[in-house]
């Protein structure tokens, strides 16, 4: 009460933060005269002067009036674009490092301009995180003209891009990527073995674009760039053929908790059913020699029972390729983890792909924690403020539109079957299509969008062919006449190439499209058409000139026509054929429509069917609605059952957010430890030596030898002499005369370390000498880090599979979070021990050989003088299981200078070719570490 009476007289705190900007937002407005007035020289020339004002002492926030001013005015110029006034509140959220959220059509791309100008001025990098590489291209290209326009340099960062462009891109101004991208390239960045192979160059500021589905939606699952092991094809396949002969009582299914388990029933089945397909067990199924076994067959039950095709996946080119239950796209590259990729791909009979090992992982959260300041925008944060100000620190600022929204949101229509839905559904397209207005239905899967589909066609409607050039003529032709044209596009991840242009035209008069959940998410709908896609299909290959400025003109007319007859026919009417278990994406659909204050309608039908209803619904309500009469093709509308369902969407994300969390409490447990690694990683690689390092790694050793040995305070009589001698040759390669010390009199534990010490050192100077100096310190820098590297990999592998069995813990009262960090500390600790030991040994056995190159034709020129290997050169050893078997032996092959080339080579870049005609580079050549 005292709340509520507080908050009408003071305002929401979000209402008195909106107010806090109204005084920055005046002063830009004030100097916009003056900004003007300028030329283009003069105003690209004001970066150059904040870049001095910034090295003067100023803050970001002392330029801020003047930058976005000036970004408003390049915008203004270069794009026709200007800023309205909640754009310029839009870009001051974004630079304080908080959400700014902006409804679907209130230009987010365009407000990003102002924040990611004014944090680019210092030069330490800017990233503009986007959902996928149409976008991330589309506004690199777009705003990149502005930045252009303004000195400053823009970069691309999307898949299949080159190390070397890679770089560049990251050492730009403004760099656009998607998520994955930026997450992938940082854990790749950390198994490079030299500084200058990185791509990254720091965690400045970043703007994440759609930051409700990149901080939450993905946030479950984990970046993790993993490596084959051993193939298991012929297992997954096996395996396979027996779980179509399972019957319903032999397991068990969650669809709450995405689970599935054999019932006792079901293990005995299943047991007998392996047996006679040939799988090998020994003795019980559930013995530990079969626990393999068991962890495919649940996978197996898993790729069966739960995961749909077209919903959960689809099958592409021979390939099973997971969509996003969240975005309807297809996610290449991305594969589920513990062998239920396999499982899925034995099911769908394509080619089984090796099981991976993880080599580095990462999850969103931990990544974009990594930025000093991050910043997000979306149409729809609201609803998860909770979580993003918990995980990341995150205030929500609700920015109002620029003129009022003037959508019709109509309560739900909710029907017993889903056929009776469906026909509902196809009657409300037909009374909407009449009256050419365009639709866009929203469906929660392919398998349902093509359902749809299927309905449309039996009623007469065609399918558009976006194969067909100029696929979209008829509908233009019929929406010129006012006709209907009884044609509908439909978007899902099958059709994923052509994903914007589809949205794009869904404004036209008549135009129905049928999208996969956010499918197009991040390209606006205009109604009446966009006229930059039109022009980019119709005006391709017209050369600039009289002719296609007509044709440009001829389409502008055009889809300034159809938008007053989308206008007249009542906007874009948004038909949802399914509550998402999310209100974001439900909202994000709505928010399709009444952008700029244009007219819109949005209505959602559901079904007692439906997984939402199904699930978190009342198991009585069917019997119910049929007692009150409710009749064939009869529908239920009433806001309690809007707000019910928003109860059961809000004990869904409820779950989501707890099931996030947990993830998150666990993986800052190895967080810290990949922290740790990376950045010692790191220092290790900038150091031109690590002598140092390795030195007192042998000393850790010697000290870890004679302790096991030596039991504190006794006499040589109870050491272990015999263990102690043969830890040393294992570990140093060193026969030392320990029993003969430990009769001396007078020896203690002290001088017996000292004197193993010596020998050690001696032994190790004596093979660093053999090999140079320059060499020995290359070589322990490769194996340092790919001993390193190697023990990591183990240890991600024995955490996770500690993390899959601690809850258990849970049943003797011990808290499993507790007992995980515990354990993994442990881990660590002996991680650091098992390198000293690999390092030690690799380092004490390592023998140099070199091999002449082949001779070129004409002979060889004179000998020039023995040089370190290339940095390429692999460094091949024995691994520390098998030291005791012999030493390892490091194979470097020297370049041979080209005949026809003199001792003294012409100064060159180390980048250059070299002038010997190789064809390498000066630095991989005659070049080489000079």
Same mark, same amino acid.
């Given at each position: 009460m005292l709340a509520s009476f507080a908050k009408k007289i003071f305002g929401s705190a979000n209402e008195r933060r909106l107010k806090s900007y109204k005084p920055k937002v005046a002063a830009i407005n004030a100097l916009e005269p003056q900004t003007r007035a300028l030329s283009d020289a003069e105003l690209a020339g004001k970066t150059a002067q904040f870049r001095a004002e910034l090295s003067a002492g100023k803050t970001l926030d002392d330029l801020l009036v003047p930058a976005f001013a000036v970004v408003r005015e390049a915008a203004r110029r270069v794009l026709g674009q200007r800023h309205f006034d909640v754009q310029l509140i839009g870009g001051m959220v974004l630079h304080e490092g908080a959400i700014a959220e902006m409804r679907t059509g209130e230009g987010k791309t365009l407000v990003a301009t102002l924040a990611t100008y004014l944090n680019a001025l210092p030069g330490t990098g800017v990233h503009v995180v986007t959902v996928n590489d149409y976008l991330a291209r589309r506004d690199a290209e777009w705003m990149g003209r502005v930045y252009g326009f303004l000195g400053l340099s823009t970069g691309i960062i999307v898949h299949g891009v080159e190390d070397e462009e890679r770089r560049r891109s990251y050492a730009a101004d403004v760099t656009y990527g998607t998520n994955n991208e930026f997450g992938f390239d940082y854990l790749r960045d950390n198994m490079k073995y030299e500084l200058s192979q990185m791509v990254q160059r720091g965690h400045a500021f970043a703007i994440v674009d759609e930051v409700d589905s990149i901080l939450i939606d993905e946030a479950r699952t984990p970046l993790i760039i993993s490596g084959p092991s051993d193939d298991k094809s012929d297992l997954y396949n096996l395996i396979d053929k027996v779980m179509p002969r399972l019957d319903r009582e032999d397991y068990e299914v969650d669809e709450k908790q995405r689970a599935t388990s054999l019932t006792e029933i079901g293990n005995e089945h299943i047991e007998e059913l392996l047996r006679a397909a040939g799988v090998e067990i020994e003795g019980s199924l559930y013995e530990a020699a079969n626990v393999t076994i068991v962890h495919h067959v649940n996978q197996a039950l898993r790729a069966h029972k739960l995961f749909q095709r077209d919903k959960d996946y689809i099958v592409r080119n021979g390939e099973v390729v997971i969509i996003d239950e969240f975005t309807g796209r297809m996610m290449p590259g991305r594969r589920y983890s513990e062998g239920l990729h396999q499982a899925l791909e034995a099911k769908e009979h394509v080619q089984v792909q090796p099981e991976n090992v993880t080599l580095a992982s990462i999850t969103f959260q931990n990544y974009f924690r990594l930025y000093k300041k991050l910043a997000g925008m979306t149409g729809t944060a609201s609803t998860e403020a909770d979580e993003f100000a918990e995980i990341y620190k995150l205030d929500v600022v609700d920015i109002p539109t620029n003129l009022p929204v003037r959508r019709l949101d109509e309560d739900d229509e909710v029907y017993r079957s889903a056929e009776e839905k469906l026909r509902a559904i196809v009657r409300e397209i037909e009374a909407a299509n009449a009256k050419m207005q365009p639709l866009l239905v929203g469906t929660t899967s392919i398998e349902k969008s093509e359902q749809l589909a299927e309905a449309m066609k039996r009623e007469g409607y065609r399918q558009i062919d976006f194969s067909q050039p100029q696929a979209l003529q008829k509908l233009y032709e019929a929406a010129r006449k006012g006709e209907p044209s009884k044609l509908f596009a439909v978007l899902n991840a099958r059709f994923h190439e052509q994903e914007a242009y589809i949205v794009a035209e869904a404004g036209v008069p008549g135009a129905i499209t049928i999208a996969t959940n956010m499918a197009g998410r991040g390209t606006d709908i205009k109604l009446g058409g966009n006229v930059d896609m039109r022009v980019s299909q119709e005006c391709e290959g017209l050369p600039e000139g009289a002719e296609r400025e007509a044709r440009e003109a001829e389409i502008r007319a055009e889809v300034d026509a159809f938008k007053a007859k989308a206008i007249a026919a009542g906007g874009l009417y948004i038909v949802g054929t399914e509550r998402h278990e999310s209100r974001r994406i439900d909202n994000q659909l709505r928010g399709r429509s009444g952008r700029q204050g244009d007219p819109g309608r949005s209505k959602f039908f559901l079904s007692l069917k439906d997984d939402l209803m199904r699930i978190f619904g009342s198991e009585r309500m069917e019997s119910m609605l049929v007692k009150l009469g409710l009749k064939e093709d009869e529908a239920i509308v009433h806001p309690w059952i809007n707000k019910a369902l928003e109860k059961a969407q809000q004990k869904v994300e409820a779950r989501n957010f707890d099931m996030r969390k947990n993830i998150l409490k666990y993986d800052n447990v190895m967080n810290d430890q990949r922290k740790v690694v990376f950045e010692q990683r790191r220092e290790m690689m900038a150091k031109d030596s690590l002598e140092e390092m390795v030195g007192e790694m042998r000393e850790g050793v010697v000290d870890d030898l004679v302790s096991r040995a030596v039991p504190r305070d006794s006499y040589p009589e109870a050491w272990d002499v015999e263990g102690l001698a043969r830890g040393v040759v294992e570990s140093f390669n060193v026969e030392a005369p320990v029993a003969d010390w430990a009769k001396e009199e007078g020896i203690d534990e002290e001088a017996l370390r000292e004197r193993l010490q010596k020998a050690v050192d001696e032994s190790y100077a004596a093979r660093a000498a053999r090999n140079g100096p320059d060499l020995t310190r290359y070589i322990e820098k490769q194996i340092v880090l790919q001993a390193l590297d190697h023990l990591w990999r183990e240890h991600l592998v024995t955490l996770d599979h500690l993390r899959q069995v601690?809850?258990?813990?849970?049943? !003797?009262?011990?808290?499993?979070?507790? +007992?995980?960090?515990? &354990? !993994?500390? &442990?881990?660590?600790? #002996?991680?650091? $021990?098992?390198?000293?030991?690999?390092? =030690?040994?690799?380092?004490?056995?390592?023998?140099? $050989?070199?091999?002449?190159?082949?001779?070129?034709? @004409?002979?060889?020129? #004179?000998?020039?003088?023995? !040089?370190? $290997? %290339?940095? #390429?050169? /692999?460094?091949?050893? /024995? %691994? $520390?299981?098998?030291?005791? +078997? @012999?030493? /390892? =032996?490091?194979?470097?092959?020297? %370049?041979? %200078?080209? !005949?026809?080339? /003199?001792?003294?080579?012409?100064k060159v870049g180390r980048n250059q070719p070299c002038p010997c005609g190789s064809g390498k580079k000066y630095k991989h050549c005659h070049g080489v570490l000079t």
């Open positions: 601690v809850g258990w813990r849970g049943m !003797a009262q011990r808290d499993p979070l507790n +007992e995980y960090k515990s &354990e !993994a500390f &442990e881990l660590f600790d #002996e991680l650091i $021990a098992q390198l000293r030991q690999t390092v =030690t040994a690799q380092l004490s056995r390592v023998e140099v $050989a070199f091999e002449a190159p082949e001779a070129p034709e @004409g002979g060889f020129a #004179e000998a020039f003088a023995p !040089a370190p $290997a %290339p940095l #390429e050169t /692999a460094l091949s050893f /024995a %691994p $520390a299981a098998a030291l005791d +078997e @012999g030493g /390892a =032996t490091a194979t470097l092959q020297r %370049p041979s %200078p080209d !005949a026809g080339l /003199a001792g003294d080579y012409p």
